[in-house]
């Protein structure tokens, strides 16, 4: 049996290494801050707050829940990375906020 734990480290470095795969600074936040109040992932992408869930059975509305409580009160959009075992990394975002992206893209804003 797998330790769930080790198992969320374990998302966490594969999601610090994707983005940084792509240009952007990323690492495990409990990593270096030590605390329960560090996010799983700092990064350099600022507005977004990225919760990382590598599960094999994922529930979207507590993993969003906790990314909205984890982001305290910063306006940060919550992003959940999942993955579960040999599938890919999927990222959720509440519509709203994607749809704002891709009218900034579509603007020439991003």
């Known amino acids: 049996m797998v330790n769930s734990n ?3 480290k374990r998302g966490e470095r594969e999601v610090a290494a994707l983005l940084r795969e792509y240009g952007f600074e990323a690492r495990r936040g409990q990593q270096f801050a030590g605390g329960g109040d560090s996010p799983d992932i700092v990064h350099n992408i600022p507005g977004y ?10 529930q979207l509305w507590p993993a969003m829940d906790q990314a909205n409580h984890d982001k305290k009160w910063k306006p940060d959009v919550p992003l959940v990375f999942h993955r579960k075992s040999r ?18 893209l579509e603007d020439g804003k991003h």
Not at 91 to 103: H, N, Q, S, T, Y
């Open 6 to 8: 080790q198992k969320g």
């Open 49 to 58: 707050h990225i919760e990382v869930k590598y599960t094999e059975k994922f």
């Open 87 to 104: 599938r890919p990394w999927v990222v959720v975002i509440p519509a709203k906020d994607f749809l704002k992206i891709m009218r900034e």
